[in-house]
């Protein structure tokens, strides 16, 4: 291990608040131009990147080459009962989901498209985001005259 606990800890505290700056722009200022400059950006996703990148190297060992060489529910269980691993797994999850987290926002200003409730159930649950989302969008894509109490008010 590179990184003592101490310091994955920290790593790990200030993702998760570094990235609900992000969200807090998306879901509340959606249509300031600061969050769309900043939403424009692939650097926040870079940034968590190179993090993910730093804890997954720290993290490698008999423990994690276990669950990523035989990838049983089992193994990938007691794999993630380590909290370097787990700290790997939950940067994973922060950068995927604000990477769609940002397209749903991106998708919303290029059609209209009401946007504020997929993104907050994609901060929490992320594929329930994004499910939230195709669907609001088909919905409107299908009743194009209630696309008007649908559409962003945001915008």
Not at 127 to 138: N, V
């Amino acid at each position: 291990m590179l990184l003592s606990s101490t310091a994955t800890e920290l790593i790990f505290n200030v993702s998760n608040l570094g990235v609900l700056t992000f969200w807090a722009l998306m879901i509340l200022l959606p249509g300031w131009q600061g969050t769309q400059k900043v939403m424009q950006s692939f650097i926040p996703l870079a940034l968590l990147a190179v993090v993910y990148l730093l804890l997954f190297i720290n993290s490698l060992g008999s423990t994690s080459a276990a669950a990523l060489a035989s990838p049983e529910l089992g193994v990938i269980a007691q794999a993630f009962s380590d909290p370097s691993i787990m700290a790997v797994g939950w940067i994973h999850y922060l950068v995927m989901d604000l990477f769609v987290g940002r397209w749903i926002y991106w998708q919303g200003r290029e059609t209209g498209i009401w946007t504020t409730h997929s993104l907050i159930l994609c901060l929490f649950a992320g594929p329930i985001g994004l499910l939230s989302h195709l669907l609001t969008t088909a919905i409107v894509q299908k009743w194009p005259k209630s696309s008007s109490s649908l559409a962003s008010t945001d915008t």
